[in-house]
């Protein structure tokens, strides 16, 4: 069992920037397919990003590449998404997710995919 926990949003001016973090426990994390998502207020749960095992390969959403940037400590069981020049349509709660092995790819960009999610951290971007 994998359990995850979010911290880091909060309310911020458009420009301005937030590092996500997302402590795992349980299970061993080195081995994980890690991700983001976001859910807007009356809006399905979008990908935001995600990272292989290794660190070494990630993928991104259209809405958010050039501008947010995930990455792991595997040392420390934690990934993180850095958030620059947020938007005001960045506004969601953002999860973190978690995939255990066996995966067939190295990154995972559908949340059905996904076994363990956290509680969310919300972010509010204001104009």
């Known amino acids: 069992q994998v359990q995850l926990i979010e911290s880091g949003g909060g309310s911020v001016r458009a420009g301005a920037s937030l590092r996500l973090s997302c402590a795992a426990s349980?299970?061993?994390?080195?081995?994980?397919?890690m991700g983001w998502f976001r859910q807007a207020p009356g809006k399905e749960r979008e990908f935001v990003a995600s990272?292989?095992?290794?660190?070494?390969?990630?993928d991104y959403g259209d809405s958010v590449k050039g501008r947010f940037t995930i990455f792991r400590r595997n040392a420390e069981s934690t990934v993180y998404l850095q958030m620059d020049n947020l938007k005001p349509e960045d506004t969601a709660v953002y999860y973190c997710?978690?995939?255990?092995?066996?995966?067939?790819?190295?990154?995972?960009?559908?949340?059905?995919?996904?076994?363990?999610w956290g509680q969310g951290t919300q972010v509010t971007v204001s104009p």
């Open positions: 990272i292989s095992w290794s660190g070494g390969v990630t």
């Open positions: 997710a978690a995939k255990t092995p066996p995966w067939s790819t190295v990154t995972i960009t559908s949340a059905n995919e996904y076994e363990y």
């Open positions: 349980g299970g061993t994390f080195s081995t994980n397919i």
